[in-house]
Each structure stands twice: as C-alpha cells, then as structure tokens.
C-alpha cells in the first residue's frame, strides 16, 4: 500500500503538467484486435479524467484487408498507398464505420460515475491523389483541410475527437 501512496505522491506533478494540453493518440488496427485493448481503452479514458484533451486518430488495415479477402478483392498499393477502387471503398467504409463505433461505444461507457463524450464527423477535408506514376488512386486522397476550430472547440467542451482514415470531399 505504501508503495502504491508513494507513487501516487510522485505522479501528482506529472499530472498537474499535463492537465488541460491536448494529446493525439493514433490507434493502429492492429491495437483494436489486440488482446490489451480493453486495458488501452482504460488507460484513455484515464487520461481524459485526469483533464487531458484528446484527440485519437484510428487506423483500419488489418480490418480493411480481412474485408477484402472475405469478398474475394484483392489489395493493391503503389508508394504504399492503398489504391481504393469501388470495390475496395465499400471495404473500407465497412470496415472504418465498424471500428469507429466500436471504438465510440467502448469510451461511452460510464467509468466511476465520469461519462465521456466521442464526437467526429466531416473535420478532414481530402482532396484526390488523382494519377501518379501512370497509377490511378481511384478515391484515396490526401488531406485537404483540418477543421482546427471546430476541433478547438470540441476538445473545450471535454469532448474526445475520434478522427478515422477516410477524409470528406467537397
């Protein structure tokens, strides 16, 4: 017990510091499959009640990939970009839309009386790599746009921003 009081004693400053800054959290796929994953939730949802702003960025591949295979599409890439055919973008949208309710629902679940909030929506804008090296991308893009403000304004309301691989475009 005492071991416990003395390191609580010691990470008060840490905790102090880091109060009110904003931390971005990039979940791999990998991560969401992973059998610590219930423990990486924990530890979120530990950080946003100790006043940290927070900002997670998901990934998707293995789920994307395993959305492939079972429809019988195969992957293709060129600089290691996905190229995302219309076969390949509903895997995509499948695959990203699942996890990112996944992930939402788990963060919502009430820890200790503390409910948290998980906002998204359009706050990438993309734009369309288009062709390169005679290689057409199809409906993978590249950033456009961060809407900077509303994410501002989100993370003041305590909110959690979950951001996912797919970008909107005008």
Same mark, same amino acid.
């Given at each position: 017990m005492l071991?416990?009081?003395?390191?609580? $004693?010691?990470?008060t400053p840490y905790i102090n510091q880091h109060r009110d800054c904003t931390f971005v959290l990039m979940l791999p796929g990998e991560a969401m499959i992973h059998a610590n994953f219930s423990n990486?939730?924990?530890?979120?949802?530990?950080?946003?009640?100790?006043?940290? $702003?927070?900002?997670?960025v998901h990934g998707s591949?293995?789920?994307?990939?395993? $959305?492939?295979?079972?429809?019988?599409?195969q992957s293709r890439y060129h600089n290691d970009l996905r190229v995302t055919d219309l076969d390949t973008l509903g895997c995509?949208?499948?695959?990203?839309?699942?996890?990112?309710?996944?992930?939402?629902?788990?963060?919502?679940?009430?820890?200790?009386?503390? $409910?948290?909030?998980v906002v998204g929506g359009n706050l990438v804008t993309a734009k369309p790599i288009g062709v390169v090296d005679g290689v057409d991308f199809h409906h993978t893009g590249e950033v456009r746009r961060i809407d900077r403000k509303a994410i501002t304004r989100h993370l003041a309301d305590d909110?959690?921003?979950l951001l996912s691989s797919p970008g909107y475009s005008p």
């Open positions: 071991d416990y009081v003395n390191w609580f $004693r010691h990470s990486i939730i924990h530890d979120i949802m530990l950080l946003s009640s100790l006043g940290v $702003r927070l900002v997670l591949r293995p789920q994307i990939e395993e $959305r492939l295979a079972a429809r019988g599409v995509v949208i499948d695959a990203v839309g699942s996890l990112r309710n996944a992930i939402g629902a788990r963060l919502c679940t009430q820890q200790s009386g503390n $409910r948290l909030r909110d959690i921003v």
